[in-house]
Each structure stands twice: as C-alpha cells, then as structure tokens.
C-alpha cells in the first residue's frame, strides 16, 4: 500500500499559510536548502526580498531568524523536522529563552515520511520542543487546518514549532473551518470514548471512531493539533463525558501528545489513558501505510487500544 | 574621527581603567564569573562605545541603535561596566552580579538588562544573530550598524563559519566583527586545546575585509574602529590581539583566571595596580 494520492499535505498548507500573511512587510521567511520540501519557495517565489537562504546549514539559521525577531520581523524558518533537532540549543537558548517570535517549521516528520527511511522519519520532535518554556508546539492534520494555523502564527508573541508532514492525507477540515491556536478541535462526539490525535493520525482516528460505533462503542474524536499549550479544559470535559481516552499520533508515545495528556490525566484524574504512537524504536525505510501498520499506527492500533481504554473504566 | 569629533584617547584609558576595576569589584563579589576574558575585551569595547556606536543612554531600546552583540557572553562583566561607566547601570546593579533577581545575570541576557541586544551563554551564536540584525537593517534601509564581540576560543565552533559564509554571501556590509584574540579558552592555552591558526586568514577566505590590530593600544583601537565603522565593501573583522586578564599582573596570560573570580587578597592587589 502507499500514502493516499488524494486530500492534501500538511507541508503545502504551510506554503499557502506563508502566502496568505505575506502582505504583513515584518514577515521574513528563511530557508536551509530545503524551500521546494518544505513549501517555503512559493513565498520565496513571490517574495524574494524577504526570502534569506542560508544553505545547509540550519544552526546559523536558526540565530539569523532570531536576530531578525529582535529587529521587529516576523521569521519563519523551514527545513525537515529531523534537520531542526540538529539546532536544538540554537533554538533552546537563542530563540525560546529570550521569547523571540520565530516560527520553526519542521516537514516530513513522523514514520509516515516513509522511504527516506529512519534517518529523517523524526518521532522526537513534538517532545523535544513542548519541554522548552515560552515554545508553542503545532502539528496540523492536512493541508487546509496547516494553512489556516500557520496564519494565525502571525499574531502569536512569541516562539512556535510546527511539525508537516510529507505524504498527503485525507482532508479533516473545509476551507474557512474554525480552528484556533490552542483550541482542540472536535471532529466527531460521543459519549464512550474520546480519541486524542494529532496530524496524519486523525484521519485514522475517524475511520477507527466509524469501526468502533459498529461495536457499539461511540467515540468523540480531537484533532489536537496544538500539542502546547494542550488545551486542557477540553480534556477536562471529555474526562468527564467519555471517562476514557486513546491517543494517536506519529510520533514517540514518549513525550508527545500521548505523554501532554498523561501528566495531565495522571496529575488530575484517574481516567484511563491508551497510546498508540511509535514505541520507542526507530523505523526503516519503506512505503508510509506499510510502515505505519508495521507500527501499529493504524485503525487497528486505535481500535485494540480504545477497547483496552474501556476496559479499564 | 570620520564625523570630526575629536577623541580624547586619555579619557578612553581612563574609562577602560574604571571598568577594569567595576570588572574585578563585580566577580570578586559574586565569587564567580570570568574576568580573564572581560579583562582581553574591555579596550576593544572602550574603543568602539566610547567613539562611533551609535547608542542613547536615556533611551536604550531606541530601535535605530546601532547593536552591540556580545557572542562571548561569560564575559558579561565586560559589558556591565560599560554599562555602568555609561550611565545605563548604577553600583547596586553591577554589584548584584550573579545574584537572585540580579538585572546582571550570569551571561548577558537582553531580557534582563538594558542596553544588551543579545542573550548568549552558548558560545559560537552571536554572529549568527547579528547576521539576522544586520539583514534586517538593510530591508528596513536603516544605516544602524551590527558590532559582534568574538572569543577567539569561540571560533572553533563550526556555526561561526557557517554565519561567516553568509555573511558575505549576503553582502552584510554594515556588520562588524571584533575577534578577541587573546589566546586562552577555558581549559588552557588554545594552542594545548585546539589552536585554530590565523583567524583573520579565514574570515578574509569567506570574503570579509579583516585587519588585525593590538587589542589594549587605545589609539590603534580608535582608528580601527572608525575605519571599520566607514567601511562599506563588506562584511568586516578587526582580530585584535589580547592579553587575557589585562591589567592585573597575576591574571595576565593566565588560564586559571578564565572563570575564577579574585578573592580577598587578590582583589586588593588587584585595585591597588589599577588605582
């Protein structure tokens, strides 16, 4: 099997995002060799001016975005998810610490990037960057809801990361659906069980939430895609509604979105919590839909897991 | 000077002394911090605040100000006495180096002090900011110009190349690099650790106009600078040849004297050969 040729890619929405706050002068976009991957080039197309390619090189990238936030621009920096890790203390110390608003956009993240193989399949990244104090960390579902978030970062004070992925997937959002910053999205209720996903994964979420209403189980299903700040107050809520949760997301269940909402679960409640993601191992190379049920990232994972979640009630 | 100001060079001295002693008043206190390499950096800092910077004490955020990034950020001393000789910091401030709430943290933080454009303490990312200053000066066609202060310790980390490279591919030719060479990194003498060899050969190897000049020889200095200042071909290094701990005789040329603070008796002779 390969990654669904229809719908849309993360990645493209972050392109048409860049476009659509491009009148805004303060918005700079910095590129490390990787603008036709990451989508940065339309901007770049339209916007040479304020395009600065830095090369192969994204430490020093990552201090030039920073020294253009001090100077009143706004920056977004792209390359691959994996690329970004390799200036973490850039980002850490350079960027987050003094709050800078530069937002980090790092593509083809996750398993699903696929036959590239494991060197550049990040499944760290989401932890890494919601452990830094001030950084607000984002990880669309497909091209419309990337294009739309990444437009609300223009008018977010201080430092984000945003994960895209490569491959497109089926569409969860129209255009000009409501979506905020910060604010989970409700894609489908029900009162058994809440599904907590996050990118390429809510489209699977949905078609678990349709294999499991055969059983009778009747799921709510989030589209998380702000992993921080993790918007509590609706995980709060579905605590209540559903007393059960599964997470589902292309990434460590270490530190990402399953860990966001397990120190939150375990501190406040005592709501069962499931985590399908990657479990701590590495992937290989491979097509995305063979590697993800390779995983255990799949329909079956949601559902195995959601039985397991309400089980435990 | 190039505007025809004249500069009193005394008066320079004269300043560079009273930060010296601010520098070694400050990490006596604190017990900590690093005077070795505040003590290399202080006349190349003097040269450049005391004549062609463009910065307004009553107003240190002013947005057109020419920046100062201080890349080797342990030497925070250095910059507070600045600071405080300009007016910006007063005696409480410098003395509370180091400190719970202290606006003198450990390593320069512009979050935390006024008149600091840099938050460093990673070495090797200040000339990658002011790189972002610098272009960000020419899209808003402002004439503000960009100064980096660089440990030449700090060189051996790769990302300075990496901005060194852009610099000039860029043609940031309002930004302005000051190497202090003075030899010593952390542990011992570079040339024990990791010499890097000519420094000013490899900026001039990515393109920059580099000249190289005797870090404590005020007049050298304040020629340098404004040569430096009104050049416009490029991005542009001064190497300025340092003696860590310069100005207290037991400090000088001496490794121990990168992070280690002065006690009782070291302070008192210290102020004694610098009243």
Request: proline share 3%.
């Amino acid at each position: 099997m390969s990654a669904p040729t229809s719908g849309g890619a993360s990645r493209d929405g972050y392109g048409k995002g860049l476009l659509r706050i491009a009148e805004d002068p303060r918005v700079v976009v910095l590129e490390a060799d990787l603008g036709k991957s990451t989508k940065s080039c339309h901007f770049r197309d339209e916007y040479p001016d304020r395009t600065v390619s830095l090369g192969i090189a994204e430490q020093n990238m990552m201090l030039v975005a920073a020294g253009m936030a001090s100077s009143g621009k706004i920056p977004f920096a792209s390359t691959f998810a994996i690329f970004t890790e390799r200036a973490f203390e850039q980002v850490r110390n350079g960027i987050a610490r003094p709050g800078l608003p530069v937002h980090i956009c790092g593509s083809h993240g996750g398993i699903h990037t696929g036959t590239d193989g494991s060197s550049a399949q990040s499944i760290e990244d989401l932890a890494v960057y919601r452990t830094i104090p001030k950084m607000t960390v984002i990880h669309p579902c497909d091209d419309i809801s990337a294009e739309e978030l990444t437009a609300q970062l223009l008018d977010l004070n201080g430092p984000s990361y945003m994960r895209t992925a490569r491959n497109k997937v089926p569409r969860m959002y129209e255009d000009g659906s409501n979506l905020r910053i910060g604010s989970g999205s409700v894609l489908r209720e029900g009162g058994d069980l809440a599904i907590i996903s996050c990118g390429v994964m809510v489209g699977v979420a949905i078609s678990a939430a349709e294999t499991l209403s055969n059983e009778g189980i009747s799921c709510t299903v989030v589209d998380m895609h702000t992993i921080k700040p993790i918007d509590v107050e609706l995980i709060a809520e579905l605590s209540e509604s559903c007393g059960a949760f599964v997470t589902a997301e292309d990434h460590s269940v270490i530190g990402g979105l399953g860990g966001a909402l397990a120190e939150w679960l375990s501190t406040n409640t005592s709501t069962p919590l499931e985590m399908v993601g990657v479990r701590d191992s590495f992937g290989q190379s491979g097509g995305s839909s063979e590697l993800m049920d390779l995983m255990g990232l799949n329909e079956a994972g949601i559902c195995e897991a959601a039985r397991r979640a309400i089980s435990r009630k | 000077m190039g505007d025809g100001t004249e500069v009193d060079v005394g008066e320079l001295e004269e300043m560079a002394r009273r930060c010296r002693v601010d520098i070694v008043k400050m990490t006596h206190a604190a017990k900590s911090g690093h005077p070795g390499g505040s003590l290399s950096s202080i006349d190349c800092m003097v040269a450049l605040y005391g004549t062609c910077l463009r910065f307004d004490t009553s107003n240190p955020d002013w947005d057109d100000r020419d920046r100062f990034i201080m890349s080797k950020g342990h030497a925070s001393p250095a910059m507070y006495s600045i600071l405080h000789q300009m007016g910006v910091l007063d005696e409480d401030d410098i003395m509370g180096f180091r400190t719970l709430g202290s606006v003198c943290q450990g390593h320069v933080d512009m979050n935390w002090t006024k008149g600091v454009d840099f938050s460093a303490g990673s070495l090797g990312m200040g000339l990658s900011f002011g790189l972002g200053c610098a272009l960000s000066a020419k899209m808003d066609s402002s004439q503000r110009r960009i100064w980096v202060m660089l440990g030449d310790g700090e060189t051996q980390e790769g990302q300075i190349w990496e901005a060194a490279m852009a610099a000039n591919y860029h043609n940031a030719t309002n930004l302005r690099v000051i190497v202090d060479r003075n030899r010593i990194q952390n542990d011992d003498f570079m040339d024990v650790q990791m010499e890097i060899g000519d420094i000013g050969e490899k900026f001039r190897s990515f393109g920059w106009t580099v000249k190289e000049v005797d870090g404590h020889d005020m007049s050298s200095l304040v020629d340098v600078v404004d040569w430096a200042n009104s050049e416009d071909g490029g991005p542009v290094a001064i190497v300025a040849n340092t003696i860590k701990g310069n100005g207290v005789s037991f400090m000088e040329n001496n490794p121990s004297f990168h992070g280690k603070a002065p006690n009782d008796e070291e302070l008192r002779i210290a102020l004694e050969e610098l009243s």
